[in-house]
């Protein structure tokens, strides 16, 4: 059999005996959840249309309570469900290219909340002024692509490492995917990723500006502990990722989950929580339409 998964439901699907062998990796399910995709555009920028317009990628992990009532969570208004939200910052502004596999891409968790309007806050537009430039503002966040993911561990041969794999409710299928395109975000796609140790060093990143430096995670013992001397470990616990600062490196792996790791993700595109949730202070015609806005 292989798993196949819905909204925080799982349930198992008959295949083969010679197809199961063949497809069905030894794979534990650490964590499930909502993902959702966002990107705001460079300051002053209102129109952008490639990548070079984009400021930041961001993505937000709301993860299922294992104890979670998806029934009954969907039952309430947004502004009373009880959850945990990430709020996850891309380096380079989009998710890792699918053809360049190996090449790690970093990221940063900007922000851990159980406070929907800390997440609305962090993605709004400003208006501010400099004395070099003067008026600026700074456009808010678009919302770019909604779905399930899931954390995983792998177990090859003697090997395991972590992967974060995800599928798209939205857009939909029949929508342009023009932003998404440009920024990486396909319609599924796992990664593996790897935990950076905080005592071995932050990434270095290129900057003319003097920035503000940014916050460095602390874990608690029993996770610094899962570091020993490595500069990396995979995301098991998937915890790691519940303190502000935590690095990570993700790398391309597949955009076919079942080929790969003998995972079926079913997806509800009847409404959008995305919308419901954040839709007053987003835009969502990039959701939606699959454009540029």
């Known amino acids: 059999m292989h798993r196949s998964m819905k909204r925080g439901q799982e349930k198992e699907v008959e295949m083969p005996p010679e197809e199961e062998e063949e497809n069905a990796p030894d794979v534990e399910i650490q964590e499930r959840g909502d993902i959702y995709f966002f990107y705001r555009p460079k300051v002053g920028e209102e129109d952008p249309h490639t990548s070079d317009d984009v400021q930041r990628l961001y993505i937000v992990l709301r993860p299922h309570t294992p ?5 009954q969570q969907e ?9 945990l ?20 891409y970093w990221g940063f968790v900007e922000l851990v909340t159980t406070k929907i309007q800390d997440i609305k806050d962090a993605l709004k537009g400003e208006e501010y002024d400099t004395k070099t430039r003067g008026h600026r503002h700074k456009p808010a966040a678009r919302a770019l692509g909604e779905g399930v993911y899931r954390i995983l561990k792998h177990h090859s041969g003697k090997k395991m490492h972590t992967h974060l794999i995800y599928k798209l409710e939205f857009p939909s299928e029949g929508a342009e995917n023009q932003p998404q395109e440009e920024l990486n975000v396909e319609r599924e796609a796992s990664f593996l990723i790897q935990i950076k140790n905080p005592t071995q060093g ?14 460095k ?13 490595l500069r990396y470990h995979g995301a098991d616990p998937p915890d790691f990722l519940n303190y502000e600062g935590c690095e990570f490196l993700l790398i ?3 955009d076919e ?4 790791l003998g995972l079926e993700i079913e997806v509800d595109r009847s409404c959008s929580d995305l919308v419901n949730t954040f839709g007053e202070t987003v835009s969502a015609d990039a959701l939606l339409r699959g454009i540029w806005v």
Request: aromatic share 4%; no cysteine; charged share 35%.
């Open 217 to 229: 995670s602390i874990f608690p013992a029993h996770l610094q502990g899962q570091f020993g001397k």
């Open 85 to 104: 939200l990430r709020l996850i910052v891309m380096g380079k502004k989009s998710l890792p290219d699918p053809a360049k596999r190996g090449r790690p």
């Open 252 to 254: 391309s792996a597949s």
């Open 202 to 215: 932050q990434f270095k990143t290129k900057t003319k500006k003097k920035k503000k430096k940014k916050k």
């Open 67 to 71: 104890t979670q009532d998806k029934q």
């Open 257 to 260: 989950i079942h080929e790969e």
């Open 75 to 83: 039952k309430q208004p947004p502004q009373e469900k009880s959850m």
